[in-house]
Structure formats: C-alpha cells, structure tokens
C-alpha cells in the first residue's frame, strides 16, 4: 500500500466558501501534463471550450463537441491532486432543454469524474441551472461576453457597454446566482460594474477580462504562456512560443548543419 496519502482535492463548496476570504486562481488546462504543471498553484482548473481555438484551431468555439470535452476532460482529472476541476458544456449540449442539459451534465461528470460543470448564459439559463443544481450537478456559471454566442453577438467587441447591456449583465449575475451556481465567470466587463456584481453577490465572481474587482481570475492558460495569440484581454506571463521557436531553429540547425550533416558531406 502507498506510504503517500491521497491529497483530498478543492470542492465547488470550498470555491464558494473563498468568497471575502481568499481570491480564486483560476486557469484552463486541457491537458494532462499542464494539468500536473498547474495544479499546485491554482484553486480551479476549468477545461474550457476554447480547447477548439485553442488547441484545434477552429475559428469559435462552436462546433466543440461533447467527445472533445469529455477526452480532455478525462485527460486533465489525470493530472490533478488539489485543484477543483469544472468542465464546460459545448455550445448546443445544454439549450435545448433543461432535461437534455441534465442528461449531458451527467455524462460528462460521470464519464470524466469532474467537480463540476460550467455553462454559459444569464437569465435565459436560470431555470436549467436550477434543474442541474437540484438534481446535484454543481454549476459555475458564465456571464458577460460570450464567446459561444459569437455568430449572434456579431464577432467578438470591446467591453464599453450600453446602460441597457450594463443592466442585463447586472439581472444576468442575480438570476445565475439565485439558481444556485456556486460561482460566476464574468467575461469583458468594465470594472465599476464587475465592482458593483462582485459586491452584490454572495458566491465568487471569477473574472476574464473583467477588471482586477472581481473575486478571482481566469485566464486561457496557453494565451498566459505565449502560445496562442487569439484573446486579447490576457497579461503574459511568459513567451513560450518565442523558446518553441528557438528550440525548434536550433533542432533544425542541428540536423542541417551539425556533425551528422559534415559527416554526410564528407562521404
Ligand atoms: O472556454 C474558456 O476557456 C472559458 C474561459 C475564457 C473563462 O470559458
């Protein structure tokens, strides 16, 4: 038997309870060596839908897949020992009915062993998330821009809204929160009105692009590291895609240049 105890990993209940105490740190990972690379350090790993920019180079997130959730989905739970683990429902896997949205709720919780699932929408969605919530299915969910909903919203825009869309983003968070959602990404939002949903609610609000006023943050993972350049609200943490370069032109030079190719031109 293993001398090591198993490390009991963060629940939905335990992100909620960080509300006023500690702030949330929040990375995508759809993988399972990024998952063992981010783990120690953050609260929630969320194996997000932008997995279809990100990794599979489709223009939105749209045509992702529930298999193409539930593989990496899979893949990330591999890597984790602390974090909390949520995984997206794909664009059309939860709109049709609250008992669909359970149905596949279910499978990817039970086919990947997740914490959680998360969903976007606002007071559209409230009665599925209530239906997921009370059937034990716990529920993050996701405000503000919609990257889903790209087509309709007219590609992705600035943050600047119009009072109208201040006060559906404002209605959006309460009606989220009231039907049991543990926690709220709250996506492109200018920082008075992430202040005043921050301070309005009771669960954390998660921010992406979304001001340093809310409870915690999310990024893309890979936008952080340098790797994909397709958001534009992200800090850089680092330039890995400038060492991928350079590893791979001296891998190259190498092969060209080095002894084995003298070698060859010797003979
Ligand atoms: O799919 C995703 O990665 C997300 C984050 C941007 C919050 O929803």
């Known amino acids: 038997m293993s001398t090591h105890a198993k490390q009991k990993r963060l629940s939905t209940a ?4 960080m509300k006023g105490r500690d702030r949330v740190v929040c990375l995508t990972a759809y993988t399972t060596p ?6 120690p350090y953050c609260d929630l790993l969320l194996v997000g839908d932008s997995l279809g920019m990100v990794l599979y180079g489709m223009d939105t997130t749209a045509s992702v897949s529930l298999d193409m959730m539930t593989a990496h989905g899979r893949a ?3 890597g984790v020992e602390r974090a909390c683990v949520i995984v997206d429902l794909p664009f059309g896997s939860y709109q049709v009915s609250k008992e669909c949205a359970f149905e596949n709720a279910l499978r990817l919780m039970q086919d990947t062993g997740c ?4 969903l976007k929408g606002g007071e559209e969605m409230a009665e599925t998330v209530e239906f997921l919530v009370a059937r034990g299915i716990p529920v993050f969910g996701h405000i503000g821009l919609m990257p889903q909903l ?3 919203a007219g590609g992705f825009r600035s943050m600047e809204h119009s009072d109208a869309e201040a006060e559906k983003i404002r209605r959006d ?3 989220i929160e009231q ?5 709220l990404v709250i996506e492109g939002t200018v920082e008075s009105l992430a202040r005043e949903i921050t301070t309005s609610l009771f669960v954390p609000t998660i921010g992406v692009g979304a001001s340093v006023a809310c409870d915690g943050q999310v990024l893309v993972a890979d936008d952080m590291f340098g790797l994909f350049d397709d958001f534009k609200f992200v800090k850089r943490f680092a330039e890995l895609g400038l060492l991928v370069s350079s590893a791979v032109q001296g891998h190259a030079l190498e092969v060209r240049d080095g002894p084995g190719a003298r070698a060859c031109k010797c003979v």
């Not at 039907?179 to 926690?183: D, E, I, M, T």
């Open 179 to 183: 039907a049991g959602a543990f926690a």
């Open 34 to 39: 990024i998952a063992r690379l981010l783990d």
């Open 173 to 175: 968070a309460a009606a």
């Open 14 to 17: 335990s992100i909620r309870a």
């Open 150 to 152: 790209v087509n309709t």
């Open 76 to 78: 990330v739970m591999r």
């Open 115 to 118: 914490d959680g699932v998360k």
